[in-house]
């Protein structure tokens, strides 16, 4: 079968490899498409991913496929179920001298029947789970990245009737933004540095916006409100956004990490308001929303082509995380013909 490999020098190749084998307690998968994770892919083939550091690997972790075959032992799943991250190779095993960085980007994978094998608690199996039906497989993709948001939002204060800010315009803060907004948040900001990226907020969510390259965010927000906002979510991966969050919140505002962890020093001294706000890693659990986030989409109530606005087949994959490099892609799958 065929996958995408990040090699040992850090380039992006196709290659052929060996198909996965199942054991009793998987099920095999033909892959129908993987979303390109605009943070974890590109930091796997620059060599910069904290947590993966073997080469080479295969490569995606957002995929969707179809059961084709199941083991003797799997009750979780059934032939012809569509299922979220199967993988060419399960995190830290090893295959044709190739190294797991998940490989959603492949034409086969497996997905574990988490229950059946006493797992209650692991990361894989938890996160493969069975699609509900009557999704595109556009609507499937883009539901893992929304999931993990949504879950993040849900373990923050509540944002109904409040003022928050979300500093970022990726996927991850448009998905907070929009999240935050269903929630009935009173007024909802975005901060970012593309004037298209904007304006999608504010077509899908944001009641204001900034753009940072041209206005001082803290400014802006410190003049529209006087007495801080009480959420400011960081959704970039930038440290240098916490430290922005609390200029921007008031008296008990929380600033949320999303996209970094908490292991710098932040200046705790200069909010809005007294000093009384905290900092919040809340935990981004797909799969408990992943279910609630398909609905929604389901409903239509998520502008999935202005989210997902670049589908390609695997062969064009350079072109694919070009596009995403140059942020002209919100978010991008490729998909097999």
């Not at 073997?54 to 009750?75: F, M, N, R």
């Not at 008031?250 to 009384?276: A, H, M, Q």
């Not at 409903?299 to 596009?323: I, M």
């Amino acid at each position: 079968m065929k996958a995408l490999i990040v090699t040992a020098d850090h380039r992006l190749e196709m290659r052929e490899i060996s198909r996965p084998e199942p054991g009793p307690y998987d099920a095999l998968v033909r892959i129908l498409g993987c979303g390109i994770c605009s943070t974890t892919d590109r930091e796997l083939i620059k060599g910069t991913q904290p947590y993966n550091r073997e080469y080479p690997c295969i490569l995606g972790h957002e995929s969707i496929g179809e059961v084709i075959a199941v083991g003797d032992k799997v009750t979780k799943f059934k032939v012809g179920d569509w299922v979220t991250r199967p993988y060419a190779l399960y995190p830290g095993q090893h295959r044709d001298g190739l190294a797991s960085a998940w490989g959603g980007f492949a034409e086969y994978g497996l997905v574990m029947d988490g229950p059946a094998m006493g797992l209650t608690d692991d990361y894989t199996a938890l996160r493969q789970n069975v699609v509900p039906k009557g999704l595109t497989l556009e609507q499937a993709v883009l539901a893992m990245a929304l999931a993990e948001t949504a879950s993040w939002t849900w373990g923050l204060p509540p944002a109904a009737g409040r003022d928050v800010v979300v500093a970022g315009t990726g996927i991850a803060g448009l998905g907070i933004a929009l999240w935050w907004k269903f929630a009935g948040a009173e007024s909802v900001t975005v901060i970012g540095r593309r004037d298209e990226r904007l304006e999608l907020a504010r077509a899908i969510a944001a009641d204001y916006t900034v753009n940072s390259r041209k206005e001082d965010p803290v400014e802006v927000i410190r003049r529209r409100l006087p007495q801080g906002a009480a959420l400011f979510a960081e959704a970039a991966g930038s440290h240098e956004l916490v430290n922005l969050g609390l200029r921007c919140v008031g008296v008990k505002g929380t600033v949320g990490i999303y996209g970094v962890t908490p292991d710098l020093k932040y200046d705790f001294n200069v909010g809005c308001g007294s000093g009384e706000f905290k900092v919040a890693l809340a935990p981004a659990s797909e799969h408990v929303a992943f279910h609630w986030v398909c609905e929604v989409l389901r409903r239509g109530w998520v502008p999935v082509d202005q989210l997902l606005n670049l589908r390609l087949p695997f062969t064009e994959y350079e072109k694919a995380f070009a596009e995403v490099s140059a942020g002209r892609a919100v978010k991008a799958m490729l998909y097999w013909r």
